[in-house]
Nanobody, 124 residues
Framework: QVQLVESGGGLVQTGGSLRLSCAAS????????MGWFRQAPGKERDFVAT????????YYGDSVKGRFTISRDNAKNTVYLQMNSLNPEDTAVYYC?????????????????WGQGTQVTVSS
């Protein structure tokens, strides 16, 4: 099992920035990718970004490219999501997820482990 705990959500004005953190514990050696997804009320859970633990390759959803940056600190078993130029459409619960398969995936079904989520609210 892998346990994930997110932190760093909150309320920010349009154009502002936030940094989310996700601390992983447990069988982290079985994790190949760590990702972020988000879900707004009444909508599906959408892919935001993912990073490969070994090598650090990154992938982003189209709506956040150029604004969000995913990074990791292997020594701390922690993944970060730096979010800049936020707008009200970014308002959602953000979830950290871990994938125990070597190949890349941007689908929620491809991730076996999930955190509890952290709320991000962007005011206009």
């Amino acid at each position: 099992q892998v346990q994930l705990v997110e932190s760093g959500g909150g309320l920010v004005q349009t154009g502002g920035s936030l940094r989310l953190s996700c601390a992983a514990s447990g069988r982290t050696f079985s994790t190949y990718f760590m990702g972020w997804f988000r879900q707004a009320p009444g909508k599906e859970r959408d892919f935001v970004a993912t990073i490969k633990w070994l090598g650090g390759s990154t992938y982003y959803g189209d709506s956040v490219k150029g604004r969000f940056t995913i990074s990791r600190d292997n020594a701390k078993n922690t993944v970060y999501l730096q979010m800049n130029s936020l707008n009200p459409e970014d308002t959602a619960v953000y979830y950290c997820a871990a994938r125990a398969t070597f190949s890349y995936s941007d689908s929620p079904s491809g991730y076996a482990y999930w955190g509890q989520g952290t709320q991000v609210t962007v005011s206009s």
